[in-house]
């Protein structure tokens, strides 16, 4: 059974290419995370009026999704593991752990894909482990079942307070390539330091990127980001703060269609941004 028919669900017909928006942050247990989205229902209503081509969201979650009625809402993603290194302070004891029967839960969901992490990040290699062995044992399941499999190479580093993503490009392309080679069928990266040379990682993906948008920017380094990585070569985004902590989700999801599907200039789609409903 291929899983190549599911991923038609996630890219717009006429673009070819994917918003997705990720909204499965209360899983992993930290209160900064709740923010815009503490009420989910109303948060999944007003993602699903914007009409974004994908909602990113976990089991507990995923029913205020796909309970809606219609074949227009957004494609399901169903975030299927769980980290604990996302806090101010570095785990004593790191992990990353798959939900039991995560593929079932897709096939029983609905879900156009699920995806799990790959995590690097530095004197942590008993955690890399787990990722990969999570990832090997999701891919057989996928293979039954005909449910495609996105993984997320996450490069990081110690930062002010707990640990951020990290731009370098060599560590970004060593860790995609490793997602590829353990049966990724979609990738969602991080963005370089160097965007002028993303393409490069698109080179070593082989298979579609979604590119990250991480923590909040201003809109116009947001836009500006989005517009570079399509240029060079990436099948569309996922962002998540960026988009639900924003005071007009709709209407960063409205720029970004703009962006990502019709080609508007950031410049143009910062304007209309200014003015959409608060």
Do not use: W
């Amino acid at each position: 059974m291929s899983s190549h028919y599911r991923l038609n669900r996630l890219f717009d017909a006429r673009s070819g290419r994917c918003i997705d928006v990720a909204v499965d942050h209360g899983f992993f247990g930290e209160p900064p995370f709740l923010a815009g989205i503490e009420d989910m229902g109303a948060a999944i209503d007003t993602l699903v009026a914007a009409g974004p081509d994908a909602i990113q969201l976990t089991v507990g979650q995923a029913p205020l999704l796909q309970s809606k009625p219609g074949r227009e809402k957004p494609a399901l993603v169903l975030r299927v593991d769980v980290a604990n290194i996302y806090g101010p302070e570095p785990p004593s004891e790191p992990f990353s752990s798959v939900v039991d029967d995560a593929v079932g839960h897709a096939v029983r969901l609905d879900a156009a894909c699920v995806c799990v992490n790959l995590l690097d990040i530095p004197g942590m290699d008993g955690l890399r482990r787990q990722c990969v062995e999570n990832i090997a044992a999701l891919r057989t399941a996928c293979d039954r079942t005909g449910i495609p499999l996105m993984v997320e190479p996450l490069v990081m580093k110690p930062g002010a307070s707990g640990y951020d993503s990290d731009g370098d490009l060599d560590r970004i392309l060593a860790l995609v390539r490793q997602a590829t080679e353990l049966g990724a069928d979609l990738i969602k990266a991080d963005p370089a330091d160097d965007l002028s040379q993303y393409h490069r990682v698109i080179t070593v993906a082989r298979v579609p990127v979604l590119v990250r948008g991480g923590g909040r920017v201003p809109d116009d380094e947001l836009l500006r980001r989005t517009h570079a990585v399509l240029e060079q070569g990436a099948a569309g985004i996922v962002y998540g703060r960026n988009i639900i902590q924003h005071a007009s989700p709709a209407g960063m999801v409205a720029a970004l269609r703009a962006v990502v599907h019709e080609g508007v200039s950031p410049e143009v789609a910062a304007e209309s941004l200014a003015g959409a409903p608060r």
